[in-house]
């Protein structure tokens, strides 16, 4: 049988290199715990780091998107208050037109005063379509100016969408064309609200019928623009909450990925800790003895 | 019959032998801890009969005593062989690692404040800018966030350059290591030759020859042969660098400048003996092995790596800046600006006025944010960036485990030459004591001799 040569060189070095290794063990625990992270450098495993590196980047997208989804609510909410106003005065407008019409024969001065309120609602509504959020008229499309409509009632905004991106790929219009609200140039709500007061001032009754009519549609218009918004109004909260959910739900599988599993890493320093202890031990008992020592 | 006196030769050639042996053993415990030391260990060889004692006689002796052999280096020529090769591969592998490491430790990934986290947060500005077309804070935002991002890849391309400017002068310096062990080796190899020649003990010369032959293996994978004289002479990836007692001159012949710069070429060596130059072939092991391979394929492949995916994240956001309009309406300019050459270190942004930046898709000077929504939107930029990270990490994390199992074999085969070549102080202890209690009974004996030829030379035919 032969034995294994063992020198007092091997042991020392065995021993130093074997402490080291277990030294270098709890280093990496401990590294673990301290940081609170698995992931500390991409070497550490390359595929989860790609994965972090992806869920990162959608955790970004995805508040930016929630971002973008309470942008536009701003936007959409101030449209849904700006229209429903707007129907109030047009309502509000026919039944002076109605007073108009079916006390034909009232005096001049009540005409004349029907005619003033209604020159009033006009200027209120023409103010209700310069309604601004955040600096821009929320009916004037892209225009970079403070105003949708002039004080003629003619449309001086810029055609152009208004969009709030609410998920990857998927855009969502805030605003609405001022257009839509009070319909073209030269046959708009203002225009309509002109002939009125006109024909109040005239006493012109087939006018006032007319001008009632086209009140009428007006409200239609105005309430179907607003069921409009609305809709997109309810579809940008709902993704605004899904956005904040996939938040949620990404920020756990980061830290899935990512962190350290705290009770596992305490149990793992603590079994690293004993062995370097053991190997300490072992080591201080190892290298006393000598021969020397039994030899008179 | 043999002669009266011959028991006391044969004591002295044991007083002899064991003073030897005691010395040995005393050599061994003062060298027990010094490096590239082998134990010695003395070979006594029995005395009989000569072989032809004289013409017409007989020997009729019982043994003459104990012979002092020569003192024996305990090594093993194959187990250094094994060694030298074990530790090229090792400090190839660690000289790698420990490169890629302080690499991989400059790119910050997966964190908050890597590229990635940068790229992140320059989309989001674009979304801003995309929310509010008109505002100034949204446009300095996006160009604060532009220049973070290319301030991150500029880092990166920075570090793997410093880097490379560092190993090159690592090199240089190993290099001129390379020849000072060589010349050192060629001369041990000399005074081999001479204290073979003369048989003078040359076993502190073969250490020391053995000692630089590691080292020089440890620094370039060498392979050494035993020559008939007792040198070693050494190649270096199969090109002769150390001949007996010549040692030719290892030199950089291409890929770092004489100032410690880089000259584009990948690095070239070569050993020039008298007027001859040797180019040495690529794959070469040891530190300056694993220099070379990182000076010429590593380190580069990361920075071009890095410039590829600056180029195309700058290319891409330029096109699709150069395709929206400015506050002013007119067509958006380049917004990043960069140096084909070198497209990492040099990504600059462009534009320092917000207002050039192109956020609209109409023409004629409109808020509109959609061209601003497009910039934010994931290109094929982030894709490349993650795969480039992802091939570093993979790399670093494979060249680790190589180090750490080639650390194994290593220390396997250290332990092997310990076990045979290293002192145990039990051991030479015992040695010693057995030596001491040989000399001590080899004294008896010449006393006893001494006792024997009193009685018979002084007393013989006395009655009182």
Known sequence: MTTMRVTQNMLTDRSV??????????????????????????????TQTTAAMRIRSSIADQTQYVRNAEDGIGWLGTVDQTLAGMSDQVRRARELGLQGASSGTTSQTAREALATEVEQIRDGLLAAGNTTYLGRPIFGGVTPGATAFAA???????????????????????????????GPDGASLFDDLDALVVSLRTGDTTGIRAGLGALEGRLEDLGSVRATAGARYSRIEQAAQRGRD???????????????DLPRAMVDLKMQEVAYQAALAST?????????DFLR | M????????????????????MDVAANNIANATTEGYARRRVEGTAIGAPAQPAMWSRYDGVGGGVATGATERMVDSFLDARARREHGAQSYLDVRAGVLRRVESGIGEPGDNGV?????????????LANDPGGDAARSQ??????????????????????????????QAMVSEVNTVASELAATNANVAVAKLNGTEAGTLLDQRDQLALRLSELTGSVATVRADGGLDVTVGGVALVTGKDAGAFQITGGVTASGGDDGLPVSLAVASGATTTMVPTGLRGEVGAVADLLTTTLPAYADGLSAFARTLADAVNAQHGAGYDIAGTAGQPLFSYDPADAAGTLTVALTDPDLVAASGVPGGGLDGSNADLLGVTGAADGDYQRLVNAFGTEVASVQRLSASQGLLTQQ????????????????????????????????????????????????????
């Open chain 2, 142 to 171: 996006l160009l604060a966030r532009a220049e973070t991002v290319a301030g991150a890849i500029r880092n990166q391309a920075t570090n793997v350059a410093t880097e490379q400017s560092d190993q090159r002068y690592r090199l």
């Open chain 2, 413 to 464: 085969v250290d332990g092997a030459r310990e076990q045979l070549s290293g002192v145990n102080l039990d051991e030479e202890t015992v040695s010693m004591l057995q030596a001491q209690r040989a000399y001590e009974a080899a004294s008896r004996v010449i006393s006893v001799m001494d006792s024997v030829l009193d009685t018979l030379i002084n007393r013989t035919g006395l009655l009182r």
């Open chain 2, 2 to 21: 043999a002669g009266t006196l011959s028991s006391l030769n044969t004591a002295l050639t044991a007083l002899r032998f064991n003073r030897v042996a």
């Open chain 2, 116 to 128: 990635a986290a940068a790229m992140a947060e320059f989309r989001s500005g674009w979304h801003d």
């Open chain 1, 152 to 182: 003629s009632g003619a449309y001086v905004g810029v055609p152009g969408e208004v969009n709030r991106t609410i998920a990857d790929g998927v855009k969502v219009r805030v605003d609405v064309a001022g257009t839509d609200v009070v």
């Open chain 1, 284 to 292: 201080a008992r190892v290298m006393q003895p000598s021969l020397l």
């Open chain 1, 246 to 260: 996939a938040v949620l739900d990404l920020t756990t599988s980061l830290s899935e990925v990512e962190n350290t």
């Open chain 1, 17 to 46: 290199s074997s402490l080291q290794l277990g030294l270098s063990r709890l280093a990496t625990v401990q590294e673990q715990i301290s940081t609170g992270r698995v992931l500390n450098r991409p070497s550490d495993s390359p």
